[in-house]
């Protein structure tokens, strides 16, 4: 089926999340289509976590609808999601030190091609072999962690996990992504290098990536379109040049200092 750009990637419509009498999510709608990254900022508590939950399917909206690539995925449960080729990285870090980083990036395409059938990839052939240790491979050189490649996941420090958990989730192969806090941990250096990263996936690739990141300024320098939420309600969308200058959002993080330093050096 050929989508029109409208249609590619994901799109949230009017999507609401209620917890009892809470609403976490508040009539959210947003577009992050393919080879585009599109950044989803607001200041702790604002709903990002729960909306990438509702988006994955570990929790149900309670109204709205979520769409991949032109149909509605709001009903199905996460390893369909998933096998429809939305992937996604969590702020807490789920690596196997039992396995080598190699092996821990081997994983994101092996259960992918299992699917909902773990036992699937014990009875794959060769050639199927092949095609993870090429993914897992380039997975890993582009994600600058090759020499790891044979260290245990516990030995690394958290940055070096953080790239190794991004390297997991490109060698699945999934065309959209939604990253949930993934510079936090890295240093100066791997925070570049990541953003390099996300730019080769986005640019070269193809790949549609959604991000909630608390780094403004790695947001800033990377992001083509930005969505800002405040207590689970919208409050402001544009590229990075217009979220920087927007009232609204200096009012949404107004004493937060290194969101307002990295505000004010993109719109300066």
């Given at each position: 089926m050929l989508l029109t750009p409208a249609e590619s990637g994901l799109q949230l419509k009017d999507l609401v999340v209620r917890f009892g009498g809470l609403v976490a999510v508040d009539t959210v709608s947003l577009h992050a289509p393919a080879a585009r990254l599109t950044g989803l900022i607001g200041p702790n508590g604002a709903g990002k976590t729960t909306t990438f939950n509702a988006i994955t399917g570990l929790n149900r909206p309670t109204s709205g609808h979520v769409r991949l690539n032109g149909q509605d995925i709001s009903k199905l449960p996460p390893q369909a999601r998933a096998q429809r080729g939305l992937g996604r990285t969590f702020q807490r870090m789920e690596l196997f030190d039992s396995l080598t980083v190699r092996e821990n990036v081997a994983l994101g395409r092996e259960a992918g091609m299992a699917g909902s059938n773990p036992l699937r990839f014990l009875r794959c052939g060769a050639a199927e072999r092949r095609q993870v240790r090429t993914a897992a491979t380039e997975a890993m050189?582009?994600?600058?962690?090759?020499?790891?490649?044979d260290r245990r996941?516990?030995?690394?420090?958290?940055?070096?996990?953080?790239?190794?958990?991004?390297?997991?989730?490109?060698?699945?192969?999934?065309?959209?992504?939604l990253l949930d806090e993934p510079s936090s941990g890295l240093d100066k250096a791997e925070t570049h290098?990541?953003?390099?990263?996300?730019?080769?996936?986005?640019?070269?690739?193809?790949?549609?990536?959604?991000?909630?990141?608390?780094?403004?300024?790695?947001?800033?320098?990377?992001?083509?379109?930005?969505?800002?939420?405040?207590?689970?309600?919208?409050?402001?969308?544009?590229?990075?040049?217009?979220?920087?200058?927007?009232?609204?959002?200096?009012s949404a993080y107004l004493g937060s200092e290194a969101v307002e330093e990295a505000l004010a050096g993109r719109s300066a």
């Open positions: 050189e582009l994600s600058g962690i090759t020499a790891l490649a996941p516990a030995d690394l420090s958290t940055g070096q996990r953080r790239l190794v958990e991004l390297a997991r989730v490109i060698a699945s192969g999934f065309g959209m992504l290098r990541f953003g390099e990263t996300l730019r080769t996936l986005v640019d070269e690739r193809g790949v549609g990536i959604l991000c909630v990141e608390h780094d403004m300024a790695l947001v800033m320098r990377v992001c083509d379109y930005i969505y800002v939420l405040d207590f689970g309600k919208p409050i402001f969308n544009g590229t990075a040049s217009q979220v920087a200058g927007s009232p609204i959002v200096k």
